[in-house]
């Protein structure tokens, strides 16, 4: 089980799998912070996962 906090609140998610854990960032950032999800381009989106892909690699299995 790793952990990844949500980059604009205090939020955290965890699951086994980095698929589950992006479904759940995904809902939340469409449910919480709808204006970041709509309001970011292409390139915005690709270092976005850039950094959720390294913080996943290096998350802490707990
Ligand atoms: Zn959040």
């Known amino acids: 089980m790793k952990k990844i906090k949500c980059y604009d609140c205090d939020l955290q998610f965890e699951s086994e799998t980095r698929e589950d854990v992006l479904n759940q960032l995904y809902a ?5 912070h709808n204006e970041i999800i709509t ?3 292409e390139e915005e989106k690709k270092i976005w996962m850039d950094k959720f892909e390294k913080d996943w690699s290096e998350a802490e299995d707990v």
């Open 28 to 32: 939340h950032y469409m449910k919480d």
């Open 39 to 41: 309001g970011v381009s």
